[in-house]
């Protein structure tokens, strides 16, 4: 087991529950006929665990590197690499001398500070790091500062980008073929069901003196990371800025206007006071001033931690001819054709979009002022590049081959730090909004200057 300088270690240690950083650079810069890719992992959480299960599927990867503050972490990674792909990487926890050429490449800052961790490595080597960039947006510009200054790579996780689903639906589906007509209202969510802090076995609890080293009060701020300010941001954060950034980029524009609100009555300590810093539930308007059909649109999004009712996580587009419900979840994906919009008959026919299932708009109508259903349609059976067993091709892996083939300069990143940065100012400013009321963006909102 290598260990990290306690110095040096820094939020690496809050890598390792919040994301995954995989730098491909540590020993060749480009991958040429059978060779491997060097990779070194940042952070096993729960979302570095997903990726993995990505990563273990791509036949060019040779893992280097394991490094997380949690040993038992650390080794389960290890041991999963081992078993599946008889690699043996370096294991990382608390670095002694820091001279290992493997040594994540972080050397000064503040503990609280998580993605400058990451700005420190994009210095040398190219970085596929979770959104988001950070817990602030100061933190996020030094990420894309210090893109810009290494010329390297730096992908971030807003994976739905290098979806052939969504790609299809953005430039197939809206642009060619115009199938909503006019879009002026868009409807996000992502709602899931009551849950409890996360756990962790007596055993294997990390000591308080050594959390508090690395910026955590204790071993249940470490494990719930997520809803502590100086740490994470919330649920608006988690997993609002995935859709967020969805809402941005059918579009074509960045939002305008916020207003939003949020609240904290759900979960409680023993004492009554609230047991998270950010809001339980949060729901929030955002104001398009012109998309890329010229035209004015809202977005309403909302993000709720208290049910699972609402029909899943999905983003909607609707439009005076017809309305696309995306999702990841592709039972979840649905075309509806207004009454009154011209027939889809010839799209069917030419495979653009699935057959109607009208028994979708069988529901009988008990008001005369109510519209009467709509058929719903499906995706088409294929589309280019997309694999629907998700076991064979989980949901991630689309993003992370973008990273790899832009690494190899067969592509363009799909969500560069700059692309990402603009969403993420987004999600910044609607959680301001809770707490100032609605507020105004302008563009310079989403450039980084400097």
């Known amino acids: 087991m290598n260990i990290f300088n306690r ?68 080794n389960y990674a290890a041991a999963t690499i081992m078993r599946q792909l008889k690699q043996k990487p370096a294991r990382y926890t608390i670095n002694i001398d820091g001279k290992d050429p493997y040594a994540p490449l ?18 040398r080597d190219s970085v596929y790091c979770e959104k988001m960039m950070s817990d602030t947006l100061e933190g996020a510009k030094s990420m894309v500062r210090a893109a ?42 992502w709602n899931r069901a009551v849950s409890q802090d996360l756990t962790w076995p007596a055993k294997a609890e990390i000591p308080v003196e050594k959390l508090k080293e ?16 100086g740490l ?36 409680k300590k023993p004492d009554g006071s609230p047991a998270h810093d950010w809001d339980d539930n949060v729901m929030c308007i955002f104001e398009f001033d012109k998309t890329f059909q010229g035209k004015k649109a809202q977005a309403f999004y909302q993000v709720l931690t ?36 011209p027939e889809w008959d010839e799209l ?8 109607g299932d009208a028994a979708a708009a069988s529901t009988a109508v008990a008001d005369a002022r109510e519209s009467k259903a709509l058929v719903g349609y499906s995706f088409p059976e294929k589309i280019a590049g997309y694999e629907p067993d998700v076991a064979k091709k989980p949901i991630h892996m689309y993003h992370i081959e973008n990273f ?15 692309h990402a940065y603009a969403a993420e100012a987004a999600v910044f400013k609607a959680r301001s909004a809770i707490e100032k009321g609605p507020l105004e963006f302008s563009e310079s909102d989403f450039v980084v200057e400097g």
């Open 7 to 74: 110095r040096d270690f820094l939020k690496v240690a809050g890598a390792a529950a919040g994301g995954l950083v995989l730098s491909p650079g540590m020993l060749s810069a480009q991958r040429k006929g059978g060779d491997k890719v060097n990779v070194a992992v940042v952070g096993y959480g729960a979302e570095g665990e997903v990726l993995m299960n990505s990563l273990l599927k791509l036949p060019y990867i040779n893992f280097v590197a394991i490094c997380d503050i949690w040993q038992p972490r650390c």
């Open 106 to 123: 972080v050397k000064k800052g503040r503990i609280g500070e998580v993605r400058l961790v990451g700005s420190e490595m994009c210095i």
């Open 148 to 189: 810009r200054k290494s010329g390297k790579l730096l992908q971030i996780g807003h994976q739905r980008t290098s979806n052939p689903r969504y790609i299809y639906a953005r430039d197939v589906l809206l642009r060619k073929h115009n199938i909503c007509g006019n879009i002026m209202a868009c409807n996000g969510q």
């Open 214 to 229: 690395y910026g955590y009060k204790d071993m249940n701020q470490f494990r719930n990371w997520r809803w502590h300010k």
């Open 232 to 267: 994470g941001g919330g649920a608006i954060s988690d997993l609002g800025a995935h859709q967020i950034d969805i809402f941005g980029w059918m579009l074509g524009s960045h939002p305008t206007r916020v207003m939003a609100s949020g609240n904290r009555d759900y979960y």
């Open 306 to 341: 208290t049910t699972s009712s609402g029909g899943g996580y999905f983003e909607s587009f609707m439009g005076d001819q017809g309305t696309l419900k995306m999702s990841e979840n592709p039972a979840l994906t649905k075309l509806f054709r207004e009454n009154n919009a």
């Open 348 to 355: 069917v026919k030419q495979g653009v979009i699935g057959s």
């Open 404 to 418: 790899f083939n832009a690494l190899m300069g067969k592509a363009k990143l799909n969500c560069d730090a700059e």
